[in-house]
C-alpha cells in the first residue's frame, strides 16, 4: 500500500518518508515564489543581453539582409562556407583551440604541482603568475608589441648577438607568439583553479602510498590525476572557451589584417562587421556558438561516462 510499511506482525504502519516528502513539496511551493523573485534580476538580464540577442543573431542569418528581411534559407550558409577567408578563418580557430588547450593544461598543471612543493618564494611566484589577471590587457599588449615588432627588444638582442632579426608578426611565428600571449594571459586562472583541486586531495592519501613504496610518478598517476579529474574538465571547458575568445589580443598585437596563420573567426566577423556584411556576420556567430555548443557537450558526456565508470 502507498505510504504504508508492513509491520513485523504483518500490520499496516505509516511511512515516514511519505510524510517527508509531502514537507518537502509543501516547503518548495512556499518558498517558490521568493526564489522566482530574487532570481528575477538575473533572469531577466540573461534574457535581454543573452537570449534575445542570440535570437536575433539566428533570424538575421536566415533572412537576405536585415531592410528586406526576405526569408533566404540556408543560402547565408552556403555563401559563407564558400568564402576562402572563412574557411581559413574557421580552420586556423580549430587550429589555435586545438594546439592552445592541451598546452595550456599541461603549463598550468606543472606550475601548480611545483608551487604546491616547499619552494623558496613561492608565494611571491603565486603573486607574479596572477597578474596578468588584474593588469588591463591593452596596457599589457604594448609590452608585446614592443618585445616582436620588427625593431622590437628581442631583435635588437638579435642583432646584438650578431644573428638575424625575425619578423614576428608577419610571419608563421605570428602563431607562436599567439600561443605565448595566450597561455601567458591565462596560466594563472587555471592556476587558481588546481592549486584549489590540489588542496582537496587529502594528505593521508599521499602519506599511504608513501609507506607502500609509492613513487612520486605512481602518487600523480593513482592519486593527483584522478582525484583532480572534476578540476581538469572545469579547466579544459573554459579553456576551450577562452581559446575562441583570443581576439583581443590578436587584434591589439597584430590589427584587423593580421598574418595569416592568426586570423580567425574573431577577425572574420569584425571585418563583416566593418563592411556592412550582416548575413554572413550572422551565420559566422551562430556556426561559431554551435562548435563550442558541441564540443562541450561532447567533453560533459565524456566527463558523465567517467565518472559513472569509476562509480
Known sequence: MHGYDEGHEGECKPWKGGNHLIRIRQQYRRDAPFTLL??????????LFFIIPFGAVVYYSVIDNPVNGNFAGLSNYEALWDSGSFRKAFFNSLLFAGVSVPLLFAVSLGLSLLLRAKLPFRQSMRTMFLLPLVVPVASVILVWQTLFQWNGAINGLFLAWGMNPVDWMNSNWA?????????????GYNLIVFLAGLSNIPTEQY???????????????????????????????????????????????AGAYPNDSIYT???????????????????????????????????????RRSREALQ
Open 38 to 47: 530574487f532570481l528575477a534580476p538575473s533572469l531577466a538580464g540573461f534574457l
Open 265 to 303: 573567426l574573431q577577425h572574420f566577423m569584425n571585418n563583416m562587421f566593418a563592411s556592412l556584411d550582416y548575413p554572413k556576420l550572422t551565420a559566422a556567430a551562430v556556426l561559431l556558438s554551435i562548435v563550442i555548443g558541441v564540443t562541450v557537450y561532447v567533453l560533459f558526456r565524456a566527463e
Open 175 to 187: 602563431f607562436a607568439v599567439m600561443l605565448a600571449v595566450f597561455v601567458w594571459k591565462n596560466a
Open 207 to 253: 602519506e599511504s602510498a608513501s609507506m607502500d613504496g609509492a613513487g612520486p610518478i605512481r602518487a600523480f598517476m593513482h592519486i593527483t590525476w584522478p582525484g583532480l579529474a572534476p578540476t581538469s574538465f572545469f579547466v579544459v571547458v573554459m579553456s576551450i572557451v577562452q581559446s575562441f575568445k583570443v581576439f583581443r589580443e590578436t587584434y591589439l598585437v
